[in-house]
């Protein structure tokens, strides 16, 4: 088996490396990706999954999905569990450029569980850690894993966790939920503490984190290395500039509306020449979570998804966020009472 890499992080910008922003499909597409690293305190971004089926990935489609953002490490996520594919993709991907190449074990979507991938691949431990090791091989470079906290019971989190570090990944990313919770409940912290405690690589945190106060309890109550966030970021994507602020014991920006509604046009501007034709359904799935941080975000949510064009929906947003001050919005670094953040009351799991 080659070694793994020496030190972590392995990429430039140590001070910064413990924030990713989470891979998300139909999201994090490279526009996106250079859009939140172009603001501070972003250390990693995500591609979303590339899925390798049984019959392989052409090279050139796969050192496509190498596209970096200026100032970020970059991530490509990988999915699948043919053997020879995943680890010619992962050879591929990575002497394209990607910092990491990291595979899928936690996608619950009916349609990838089905093909025996993603979150599936936590039911069968000698099939995942045979897909781990063939990437292995494959490159020196950083390798990860991005797992839930298990398929229908979260009682193996740390067994898989162990037998993924011992098929020689760099790093772990642990989104504590099971397959079957889908996004339901709460990410329950206490398994990423209890992965950390228990594993001697880095394991990376995600889940909840919707508050940048959040990150830095993550950090704290779990003793994770870093601190993934997905959803948190759609939502406030200050997110990270925020955590940068609090890190370094400087106040942290407090968007007001305006500035709600000038990232909802910077989204617009890259979306519209990037992906003209999905331009709309692509700004949609960001508004939902843009509409989270005000009391009455159903009702607005309801409206804007209504709209037929982009123009339509910035009217609709521009009625409830002009002028509105940072005070009317949650997104606070210390939090509101809109979102319900993850939980790790008890330092340790039965
Ligand atoms: C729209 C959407 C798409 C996602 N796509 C992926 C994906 O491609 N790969 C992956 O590992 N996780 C994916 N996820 C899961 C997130 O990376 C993350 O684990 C999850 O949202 C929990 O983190 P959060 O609470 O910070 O959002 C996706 C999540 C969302 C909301």
Known sequence: MRPPVATFPPWPGAEKAWTFLAPMEGVTHPAFRELIARRAGIGVVCTEFVRIAATGLGPKHLREQVVRAPGAALSVQVMGNHLQHMAEATEIVASAGADIVDL???CPAPRVVRKGVGSAMLKDPELLRSVVAAMRERTRGCLSAKIRAGFDDSSG??????????????FITVHPRR????YRGVADWRIIAAIKASVSIPVIGNGDVWYAADALRMRSETACDGVMIGRGALRNPWIFEQIEALVHG?????????????????????????YPKNCLGMLKEQVRYLARTVSDGPRLMREALRCATAVEMRAVLTTRFAGEAGAGIDLGAHGGSLEQS????FPTIE
């Open 104 to 106: 899928n074990v936690g």
């Open 157 to 170: 989190a740390v067994a898989i966790a162990r037998l993924i570090e011992a098929a020689g990944a760099d």
């Open 179 to 182: 397959q079957t919770d889908f």
């Open 250 to 274: 400087a106040v942290p920006i407090r968007p007001s509306g305006d500035d709600v509604l000038a990232h909802y046009d910077e989204l617009a501007s890259v979306l519209s020449s990037g």
């Open 342 to 345: 993850g939980t790790c009351i």
